[in-house]
């Protein structure tokens, strides 16, 4: 069973930086970093994986946010930089036990999620 524990979420001003950590129990072949907002789907937008084309971001994040790992794969982040009103969302660590991950619906298992606010 994999166990997946956030932290790091909090509030910042347009233009900060936040750097998310999540705790990893388990084996997992896939790893990310999905957000939501209220009334709207749970997007994936950063996840680490095996072979060709990890890591992935979604657009809205590329050249802002960087995903990684600990050499012991027990912990992963989201370093957020340049952070803006529109990143404001309940991030949550996601895992795939086996297999790639380019959207929130490849994955198996989920953490309870951090809040993230930017305010203008």
């Known amino acids: 069973q994999v166990q997946l524990v956030e932290s790091g979420g909090g509030s910042v001003q347009t233009g900060g930086s936040l750097r998310l950590s999540c705790a990893i129990s388990?084996?997992?072949?896939?790893v990310g970093w999905s957000r939501q907002v209220p009334g709207k789907a749970r997007l994936l937008v950063a996840s680490l994986g095996t072979g060709y084309g990890y890591p992935y971001y979604a657009d809205s994040v590329k050249g802002r946010f960087t995903i990684s790992q600990d050499n012991a794969k027990n912990t992963m982040f989201l370093q957020m930089n340049n952070l803006k009103p529109e990143d404001t969302a309940m991030y949550y660590c996601?895992?795939?036990?086996?297999?790639?991950?380019?959207?929130?619906?490849?994955?198996?298992?989920w953490g309870k999620g951090t809040l993230v606010t930017v305010s203008s």
């Open positions: 996601a895992a795939r036990a086996w297999g790639h991950c380019r959207v929130d619906s490849d994955m198996d298992y």
């Open positions: 388990g084996n997992t072949d896939c």
